[in-house]
């Protein structure tokens, strides 16, 4: 098991790093990485990022959805929680309310494949779970499905989840999903945004997932 004190702190740096970059605002959002085959660390409700300390992330058995401590977990915990239990591959799991994300998600509009990075690393289009009240059974239900074989969706009304195998790698899928919900957005005053070919699009985050992550990390 890694040391959770390191974890703890990938945790808040993640969560300053959001901030930074516009990804999240004051509260908003929340980030949560995997222990191990029964435990994960998620960031507090209503802590403010830029404050955190390694004693505000909170502990949670993502089977039960039981937490350690005084300190509450996000009301989005059982979003995570699910995202653990069906997705094996995945040990970051980041919620935003990042803007272009979130004005693509107010319009309920699919993402398609229109940037080779977001094929890569995202998947062949980016899904909007149907809208649900926050912190509820149905919207975990909804964007649990829009996630299938991608590693981002948008929340209608909402904003976004984007999940990764390790925490550097769900912050890419965050920030490479506003580059292309801009795009897409920008593109629709050029007449509409042109689409890779879907079975392309599929075969490019394949091997992103199965090969490209695996040389990276060998040229380290």
Not at 67 to 78: A, D, L, Q, R
Request: contains cysteine; aromatic residues 6%; charged residues 25%.
């Amino acid at each position: 098991m890694e040391n959770i004190d390191n974890l703890k702190n990938q945790i808040i740096e993640a969560g300053k790093r959001l901030l930074k970059e516009g990804l999240v605002a004051r509260t908003w959002g929340n980030v949560s990485i995997r222990i191990d085959e029964n435990f994960m660390l998620v960031t507090p409700c209503g802590r403010q990022y830029e404050d955190l300390m390694p004693a505000d992330i909170v502990l949670v058995n993502y089977h039960t959805s039981k937490y350690e401590g005084t300190v509450k977990p996000s009301s989005e915990k059982e979003l995570h929680c699910e995202i653990y239990r069906t997705r094996k591959e995945v040990n970051a799991v980041i919620h935003t309310h990042q803007m272009n994300a979130s004005t693509v998600a107010a319009a309920r509009r699919e993402v398609p494949p229109i940037l080779d990075d977001m094929a890569q690393i995202i998947g062949p289009s980016v899904r909007v779970a149907d809208y649900a009240l926050p912190s509820t059974k149905k919207i975990v239900t909804k964007t649990v499905k829009a996630l299938k074989g991608r590693n981002a969706a948008l929340m209608a009304n909402h904003g976004a989840v984007c999940i990764g195998r390790d925490m550097e790698e769900a912050f890419v899928v965050c920030q490479v999903l506003e580059k292309a919900c801009k795009a897409f957005i920008e593109a629709e005053f050029l007449g509409g945004a042109k689409s890779i070919n879907k079975f392309e699009a599929y075969l490019m985050h394949q091997f992103y997932l199965k090969k490209y992550s695996k040389m990276a990390e060998k040229n380290k």
